[in-house]
């Protein structure tokens, strides 16, 4: 069995353990780098590419146009019998923190209140209406970078006034009185594989990335319902979905991830999710 692994670099944590979990499998895994990408139109083959699978590890920055054509050729590869795991229609919307949500609130999923805006006047207003305290964050990230807390408006008003004149989308939701932790729900083909609960007490961002700690949970049916729903919604087939509770133990989605890490999650489960992507995906 071959597959492709698209990532930026072949020395980062989760392609090592790939690599180790494909030798395991005896799968030949093939790093490819997204900076290789090419395409050969008016070829005999187009689009040319040995693997009958690719896994997408990240999508990394980069220009409009280098996004563009990365997302391009992946749906290239799916129109031409390869199988993408995510999908590119599940990348779109996963990455783009607007229209993951809009597809959640669609579904009938509850999500945090949410404006997105282009100027910092809207932005004003739409701080006003979600109370005062609300959680800025850039359209496209993840591990908690770049995420501001906002409940001052004098800081309101300077971070507002900054992004417009970045050209960035202003994107605020209010800030969820939650009890001190969250949860990270990995979900591999339309069941839960495995989640943990993140608990920080020197920050309200509960990513480890950004310091939390972590425990592993077995969630309740309501929970892991809510997981797996908000994975259809959002076309993947892969993901991590970050469930939060509010003061009234009310749950919502605050995002889905295309692209999950696994580094803690394995580590306080002990589950080998490397090992079950890859037994997943060559089935």
Wanted: net charge positive; proline share 6%.
């Amino acid at each position: 069995m071959n597959i492709g692994l698209l990532c930026d670099s072949a020395n980062g944590w989760h392609v090592q353990d790939l690599l180790r979990a494909a030798t395991k499998l005896q799968i030949n895994l093939q790093v490819l780098d997204y900076r290789a990408l090419q395409s050969l139109n008016g070829f005999s083959v187009v689009y040319p590419n040995p693997n009958p699978i690719i896994l997408v590890r990240i999508m990394p920055p980069g220009s409009l146009e280098q996004v563009i054509f990365r997302m391009d050729w992946l749906h290239a590869q799916q129109n031409s019998g390869v199988k993408i795991f995510n999908p590119p229609k599940a990348l779109e919307i996963c990455i783009d923190k607007y229209l993951c949500l809009e597809r959640l609130e669609r579904s009938g999923i509850p999500i945090p209140p949410t404006i997105c805006c282009q100027t910092a006047q809207q932005a004003m207003e739409a701080w006003e209406n979600l109370g005062k305290d609300v959680v800025v964050k850039p359209l496209f990230g993840s591990e908690g970078r770049g995420m501001m807390r906002v409940s001052d408006p004098e800081l309101a008003w300077r971070t507002f006034q900054t992004l417009e004149r970045l050209q960035s989308i202003l994107y605020l939701q209010r800030f969820i009185q939650h009890p001190g932790w969250d949860l990270r729900v990995f979900v591999l083909q339309g069941r839960v594989l495995a989640a943990m609960q993140r608990m920080n007490a020197k920050d309200w961002r509960t990513n480890v990335a950004q310091g939390g700690k972590a425990i592993p949970v077995s969630l309740p049916k309501e929970l892991a319902d809510l997981a797996l729903r908000a994975t259809r919604a959002s076309s993947a087939i892969i993901a991590g979905v970050d469930l939060i509770a509010d003061e009234l133990g009310r749950w919502c989605v605050i995002e889905v991830n295309a692209v999950p890490g696994w580094k803690s999650l394995s580590s306080v489960t002990g589950i080998d999710i490397a090992t079950e992507i890859l037994q997943g995906i060559s089935r």
